[in-house]
């Protein structure tokens, strides 16, 4: 999906004086997973708040709630799931 640009501070990305487009599905999907619900005052039931999971042990129902907010969004998600290294790993796309 093509988009407006953020920074890595979360601010407009400008340049020559104009916003930049490009894609934004990875930037979306961050938005989503970083946000808690309400944030999003459209969509309230949107987002996952990946803060809260940093203090649980149990990983699981943050998979799942993750993965029912991107299929809400638009994704078709045919996976979700924690490496052994830590990191997210989305496989899935947007229709």
Do not use: C, W
Not at 5 to 31: A, M
């Amino acid at each position: 999906m093509t988009d407006i640009i953020l920074d890595n501070n979360g601010d407009l990305k400008l340049q020559n004086g104009d916003f930049v487009l490009g894609y934004s599905d990875n930037q979306h999907q961050e938005h989503i997973l970083m946000a808690t619900k309400g944030e999003f005052k459209e969509f309230p039931e949107l987002g996952v708040g990946i803060n809260r999971m940093l203090s649980d042990d149990d990983f699981t129902p943050f998979l799942i709630d993750a993965k029912k907010n991107l299929e809400y969004d638009g994704m078709k998600i045919n996976n979700i799931k924690f490496e052994e290294n830590g990191n997210l790993n989305i496989d899935g796309y947007y229709k």
